[in-house]
């Protein structure tokens, strides 16, 4: 079983910041958060990774509260190119045989 | 970010061929490969664990007799899908880990006919 759960879609409009908030109630010790991006028929796209606070990058800011049970994915003024499914995922990922197990993703729709 | 790609993107085949599918890692070694598939509107689904001059390890409900992995390098992992039947087309999608990021290849569309 995946061991995040998030909204199944979210609809936006251009220019509007998006927030996709995921949860990871039983999120181990040493477990990091990850999203991807996903565009039909292509492989999914790495966009942050975090343990805890915020952490920011080009593309996306990722919030974490300090119980770590949640996290949300921050998309500034998206664009109709932002439109795609948006994975959490959560791993021990300093164990590199941890297996990435895929929840149902958020299809995020961005109108004009 | 470090790349990873797949040969060939696009498959068509006939009933009872095998088909191979490559996943390599350009820019980086990676000790670990995972492959998974994705039905349309679906999930990703992991279907084996790939290690670097190991057997893959395979998610229950796998066949490792159909789905046949080798990694022979730290930079090749390949997918042998043995006697294709129309059930099995699907998004074949791989993914490299080098180290706490896991990257994936751009997927490989595969038709059974």
């Known amino acids: 079983l995946a061991k995040t759960t998030q909204p199944i879609s979210m609809d936006s409009y251009e220019g509007q910041e998006v927030n996709i908030t995921c949860s990871h109630n039983n999120i181990a010790t040493n477990d990091y958060i990850t999203w991807y991006q996903q565009f039909p028929s292509q492989g999914p796209r790495f966009i942050i990774q975090g343990y805890k606070t915020k952490v920011t990058n080009e593309v996306a800011s990722l919030f974490i509260p300090a119980d770590r049970k949640s996290s949300t994915l921050s998309l500034p003024r998206v664009s109709l190119s932002d439109t795609a499914v948006y994975y959490c995922l959560v791993g021990d990922y300093v164990d590199s045989s941890y297996k990435l197990i895929f929840g149902s993703g958020t299809r995020l729709l961005v109108r004009p | 970010g470090a790349v990873v790609s797949q040969h060939p993107s696009r498959v068509i085949c006939k009933s009872g061929t095998s088909v191979k599918i490559e996943c390599r890692s350009l820019?980086?070694?990676?000790?670990?490969m995972f492959w998974y598939r994705q039905f349309p509107k679906q999930s990703l689904m992991l279907m084996a664990t790939?290690?670097?001059?190991?057997?893959?390890?395979?998610e229950q409900g796998v066949e490792k007799d159909k789905f046949l992995i080798n990694h022979a390098s730290l930079t090749l992992s390949t997918l042998t899908v043995t006697s294709a039947h129309p059930e099995d087309s699907s998004f074949y999608i791989c993914?490299?880990?080098?180290?706490?990021?896991?990257?994936f290849g751009p997927g490989t569309r595969l038709t059974v006919l």
């Open positions: 790939s290690n670097e001059g190991s057997k893959a390890t395979y």
């Open positions: 820019d980086f070694q990676a000790t670990t």
């Open positions: 993914s490299a880990r080098g180290g706490p990021e896991e990257f």
